[in-house]
């Protein structure tokens, strides 16, 4: 039986004089952690992505990449959070018009609580944005923007009647040419009439062709099957006709569900949707992370992925000298005296305050009207597996520690408060304490060692080498309870106590565990062809190398049918 091979490892490795290393492929996601809903705009060589941050600031994080593979964050959208907003940042949505960046973004207007998309402009995207207030304010509720530029006017798309007793559609209008404001009356592009689940959608033109790339089915959580359809249409205002194929993209055996997400074009006019995906199995921990997946059309003028309907993890690269980086960890010694952009902290319901004099971090604040939870100041894990230690210099009568937050009725804390070490779980909005022991030392390193996404261990240490470990009678149901519906629970630093009695940390350092990198084997046999398209990918040769003369070495293997 013939068998094809793929090597994970940093670079393939062929043997044979005529051959040299080279990396025909990467592994998602590109982007590790939770970004949900991602939005990609290139402008020149440069690539920049951002996504929902949800109930978590600074607002919307932006990425950039010069190579759609590697990606590093620098900053946010916004810092501050924009005067007619309550929370629920969701769906940014890029778009550069006139030497301008636009962001059309989703979030509860304070005054109803009512979710409606809003619009901000910069000179660059990694500039400070100027907020314009809400350009979309329709029914209850409107989000996840999309603009479309056709015969030089500017057009909004956006998600309608998502809390009715109705079918959801997507809704277009006219906007002024300056992009601030809805003209004219607003029309339908498509109707959920499967009611199935509408959103999330992609707007543009080809081949004389009007295309909407949208996602189906369930968004969020870990019962989530979202899938990518396609519609397109001769007219702009349609009708637009769903593709007999749908969904285009879905889950597999490596991933759970995939969906809402925005395309780009390379220089050379190639197209890459960049989406979001729950990974199956424990990776599930680590939320929506964003996936790269190339876009072809076929001669019918539908559009397909080029590794098939079925999500994989393993995609052809998409230049032919990019090398894809190896997920690292984070270590902070506060050593900068900025907080570093991959911090975010729970703004709903706490107002934060963290500053950094002197290599030390100062966290403190005080909670918002009903609110009991303490200030988090977290990271997006990237990894199911990872060491959370962090060294307190101080002590007094605030609680000061280490957490794994969901929100402020889901989290739990370690560390001392007063002359206790302690432990506690909260689950929904109820306090219980897991260890409560006498605090062995005023400076003190803690630790949380999390595996396949749930804390196992938690220690102490007076000088961060020799640990003792704490007891605790943690279960595993209890720990899936801090999974919010849209969100996962990040680790990080906390605070609870007097905004005065602050908590004073050294250093803060997050190590990922290294997975073995698989190698995959695609299962041979009969596969179907559909629209002209062969069920396995045309890209085959880029991806898969034969083993007849050479070598390939990884550390496991296990088996992957093609789609």
Same mark, same amino acid.
């Given at each position: 039986?013939?068998?094809?091979?793929?090597?994970?490892?940093?670079?393939?490795?062929?043997?044979?004089?005529?051959?040299?290393?080279?990396?025909?492929?990467?592994?998602?996601?590109?982007?590790?952690?939770?970004?949900?809903?991602?939005?990609?705009?290139?402008?020149?060589?440069?690539?920049?992505?951002?996504?929902?941050?949800?109930?978590?600031?600074?607002?919307?994080?932006?990425?950039?990449?010069?190579?759609?593979?590697?990606?590093?964050?620098?900053?946010?959208?916004?810092?501050?959070?924009?005067?007619?907003?309550?929370?629920?940042?969701?769906?940014?949505?890029?778009?550069?018009? &006139? $030497?301008?960046? +636009?962001?059309? #973004?989703?979030?509860?207007?304070?005054?109803?609580?009512? !979710?409606?998309?809003? /619009? %901000?402009?910069?000179?660059?995207?990694?500039?400070?944005?100027?907020?314009?207030?809400?350009?979309?304010?329709?029914?209850?509720?409107?989000?996840?923007?999309?603009?479309?530029?056709?015969?030089?006017?500017?057009?909004?798309?956006?998600?309608?009647?998502?809390?009715?007793?109705?079918?959801?559609?997507?809704?277009?209008?006219?906007?002024?040419?300056?992009?601030?404001?809805?003209?004219?009356?607003?029309?339908?592009?498509?109707?959920?009439?499967?009611?199935?689940?509408?959103?999330?959608?992609?707007?543009?033109?080809? &081949? $004389?062709?009007? +295309?909407?790339? #949208?996602?189906?089915?369930?968004?969020?959580?870990?019962? !989530?099957?979202?899938? /990518? %359809?396609?519609?397109?249409?001769?007219?702009?205002?349609?009708?637009?006709?769903?593709?007999?194929?749908?969904?285009?993209?879905?889950?597999?055996?490596?991933?759970?569900?995939?969906?809402?997400?925005?395309?780009?074009?390379?220089?050379?006019?190639?197209?890459?949707?960049?989406?979001?995906?729950?990974?199956?199995?424990?990776?599930?921990?680590?939320?929506?992370?964003?996936?790269?997946?190339?876009?072809?059309?076929?001669?019918?003028?539908?559009?397909?992925?080029?590794?098939?309907?079925?999500?994989?993890?393993?995609?052809?690269?998409?230049?032919?000298?990019?090398?894809?980086?190896?997920?690292?960890?984070?270590?902070?010694?506060?050593?900068?005296?900025?907080?570093?952009?991959?911090?975010?902290?729970?703004?709903?319901?706490?107002?934060?305050?963290?500053?950094?004099?002197?290599?030390?971090?100062?966290?403190?604040?005080?909670?918002?009207?009903?609110?009991?939870?303490?200030?988090?100041?977290?990271?997006?894990?990237?990894?199911?597996?990872?060491?959370?230690?962090?060294?307190?210099?101080?002590?007094?009568?605030?609680?000061?520690?280490?957490?794994?937050?969901?929100?402020?009725?889901?989290?739990?804390?370690?560390?001392?408060?007063?002359?206790?070490?302690?432990?506690?779980?909260?689950?929904?909005?109820?306090?219980?304490?897991?260890?409560?022991?006498?605090?062995?030392?005023?400076?003190?390193?803690?630790?949380?060692?999390?595996?396949?996404?749930?804390?196992?261990?938690?220690?102490?240490?007076?000088?961060?080498?020799?640990?003792?470990?704490?007891?605790?009678?943690?279960?595993?149901?209890?720990?899936?309870?801090?999974?919010?519906?849209?969100?996962?629970?990040?680790?990080?630093?906390?605070?609870?106590?007097?905004?005065?009695?602050?908590?004073?940390?050294?250093?803060?350092?997050?190590?990922?565990?290294?997975?073995?990198?698989?190698?995959?084997?695609?299962?041979?046999?009969?596969?179907?062809?559909?629209?002209?398209?062969?069920?396995?990918?045309?890209?085959?040769?880029?991806?898969?190398?034969?083993?007849?003369?050479?070598?390939?070495?990884?550390?496991?293997?296990?088996?992957?049918?093609?789609?």
């Amino acid at each position: 039986m013939n068998r094809l091979i793929i090597a994970l490892l940093g670079s393939v490795l062929y043997s044979g004089a005529s051959m040299a290393q080279k990396q025909t492929y990467f592994t998602n996601p590109v982007i590790h952690g939770d970004v949900a809903d991602p939005s990609i705009l290139r402008i020149d060589d440069t690539y920049y992505a951002t996504g929902t941050s949800s109930e978590w600031a600074p607002y919307y994080p932006v990425f950039t990449s010069k190579d759609l593979v590697n990606w590093k964050q620098t900053g946010h959208v916004f810092e501050q959070q924009p005067e007619w907003t309550k929370s629920s940042f969701w769906a940014p949505e890029w778009y550069y018009h &006139n $030497g301008k960046v +636009y962001v059309y #973004y989703t979030a509860r207007k304070k005054s109803n609580n009512t !979710s409606y998309i809003g /619009v %901000a402009t910069s000179d660059s995207p990694t500039g400070k944005f100027k907020d314009h207030g809400p350009v979309v304010e329709f029914g209850t509720e409107a989000i996840d923007a999309f603009i479309l530029e056709d015969k030089g006017d500017l057009y909004i798309s956006w998600k309608a009647y998502g809390l009715d007793n109705r079918p959801i559609e997507l809704l277009a209008s006219k906007l002024t040419p300056d992009g601030l404001k809805l003209t004219g009356k607003p029309f339908s592009l498509l109707r959920d009439d499967e009611r199935v689940g509408m959103e999330g959608q992609h707007w543009f033109k080809k &081949n $004389g062709y009007y +295309y909407l790339i #949208y996602a189906i089915n369930g968004c969020c959580g870990p019962n !989530s099957d979202y899938a /990518v %359809a396609v519609a397109r249409s001769k007219k702009l205002e349609g009708p637009y006709e769903k593709y007999e194929g749908n969904p285009i993209l879905h889950g597999s055996d490596e991933i759970q569900s995939i969906g809402h997400g925005t395309l780009t074009t390379t220089p050379d006019g190639r197209m890459f949707y960049l989406c979001h995906a729950y990974s199956e199995g424990s990776d599930f921990f680590l939320g929506r992370q964003p996936h790269l997946q190339e876009l072809r059309f076929g001669e019918d003028n539908w559009p397909y992925f080029v590794t098939g309907e079925y999500a994989r993890l393993v995609q052809p690269m998409p230049f032919a000298d990019c090398v894809q980086e190896p997920v690292t960890g984070f270590f902070d010694n506060f050593a900068d005296p900025n907080l570093r952009p991959e911090w975010s902290w729970n703004y709903p319901y706490s107002n934060v305050q963290a500053k950094i004099e002197a290599g030390r971090l100062w966290l403190s604040g005080s909670p918002k009207p009903e609110c009991k939870t303490g200030e988090a100041l977290c990271l997006r894990p990237a990894s199911s597996g990872y060491t959370l230690d962090a060294g307190i210099t101080n002590q007094n009568g605030s609680w000061k520690g280490i957490t794994l937050y969901g929100d402020n009725s889901y989290y739990i804390a370690y560390g001392p408060v007063g002359d206790r070490l302690q432990i506690k779980l909260v689950r929904e909005g109820k306090e219980q304490q897991l260890a409560d022991l006498p605090l062995p030392s005023m400076a003190l390193h803690l630790r949380m060692q999390v595996k396949e996404g749930l804390p196992y261990q938690f220690a102490w240490s007076k000088d961060g080498k020799q640990w003792t470990p704490v007891n605790h009678g943690l279960s595993e149901e209890a720990i899936r309870s801090l999974i919010r519906w849209d969100r996962v629970a990040r680790p990080g630093l906390y605070h609870e106590g007097d905004e005065k009695a602050p908590a004073v940390y050294k250093r803060q350092d997050l190590r990922n565990k290294t997975p073995s990198s698989p190698c995959i084997f695609p299962q041979t046999g009969k596969h179907r062809l559909r629209h002209g398209i062969p069920g396995r990918s045309e890209l085959e040769p880029l991806l898969y190398s034969q083993v007849s003369s050479g070598s390939a070495s990884c550390t496991n293997t296990h088996e992957v049918p093609l789609a």
